[in-house]
């Protein structure tokens, strides 16, 4: 039998005014490696938890940039100086013919680049999440579940489930998992 280890602790709220109050209290109590598991948006929660806005649509701008500059680019250096075509006597340089290619390459750019952006950039700086059988059924249908895993610097498994009981949450557990290694 492999041995159990707790990685964290959940509970669960009913409205999204409890759990904002309840993010922003843990926030300001210290702790930093915990999530809140919403079955939508919930406006403010950010600010709430703490996080701050994403960069990544910068990359995915400077992408799309990029791809315009390139395609833009090899359009005119093909059209104009590698192999100049008359096409109905427009002009060789001719912007308007290139916008096609120039938007598809744009689009190429900035959807890949962001997609490998994001896959490189998501697995730095996270919060390690519950194992999905253990959160309750609902939990992102009706329910707002708290998560605070065991890897914060300030975990102490009964103290952060008294914490999470003083803040209104039902069912409030603490999580084991067999052969878990994150405390």
Same mark, same amino acid.
């Given at each position: 039998? +492999?041995?159990?280890?707790?990685?964290?602790?959940?509970?669960?709220?009913?409205?999204?005014?409890?759990?904002?109050?309840?993010?922003?209290?843990?926030?300001?109590? #210290?702790?930093?490696?915990?999530?809140?598991?919403?079955?939508? *948006? !919930?406006?403010?929660?950010?600010? @709430?938890? #703490?996080?701050?806005?994403?960069? %990544?649509?910068?990359?995915?701008?400077?992408?799309?940039?990029?791809?315009?500059?390139?395609a833009q680019a090899f359009q005119n250096y093909v059209?104009?100086?590698?192999?100049?075509?008359?096409? #109905?006597? =427009?002009?060789?340089?001719?912007?308007?013919?290139?916008?096609? %290619?120039?938007?598809?390459?744009?689009?190429?750019? *900035? @959807?890949?680049g962001s997609a490998i952006t994001a896959i490189v950039?998501? =697995? =730095?700086?996270? !919060?390690? /999440?519950?194992?999905?059988?253990? !959160? +309750? &059924?609902? @939990? &992102?249908?009706?329910?707002?579940?708290?998560?605070?895993?065991? &890897?914060?610097? =300030?975990? /102490?498994?009964?103290?952060?489930?008294?914490?999470? /009981?003083?803040?209104?949450?039902?069912?409030?557990?603490?999580?084991? !998992?067999?052969?878990?290694?994150? @405390?």
């Amino acid at each position: 039998m +492999k041995p159990t280890s707790i990685t964290g602790v959940l509970g669960d709220f009913h409205g999204p005014d409890e759990a904002l109050a309840a993010a922003a209290r843990v926030r300001s109590e #210290g702790w930093t490696h915990f999530d809140m598991l919403t079955p939508f *948006a !919930v406006h403010g929660m950010e600010d @709430a938890m #703490g996080q701050r806005r994403s960069w %990544i649509p910068w990359v995915t701008g400077g992408l799309a940039l990029f791809g315009i500059l390139f395609a833009q680019a090899f359009q005119n250096y093909v059209m104009v100086y590698d192999w100049p075509m008359n096409f #109905g006597g =427009k002009p060789h340089a001719s912007w308007p013919a290139f916008v096609p %290619i120039t938007f598809e390459l744009m689009v190429l750019c *900035a @959807a890949i680049g962001s997609a490998i952006t994001a896959i490189v950039a998501g =697995k =730095k700086d996270t !919060v390690p /999440q519950p194992p999905p059988l253990l !959160v +309750k &059924t609902g @939990a &992102t249908v009706d329910r707002f579940v708290l998560w605070i895993s065991s &890897t914060d610097p =300030k975990w /102490q498994a009964d103290a952060a489930q008294r914490f999470v /009981q003083s803040l209104g949450a039902d069912d409030v557990r603490l999580v084991e !998992v067999e052969g878990a290694n994150h @405390a």
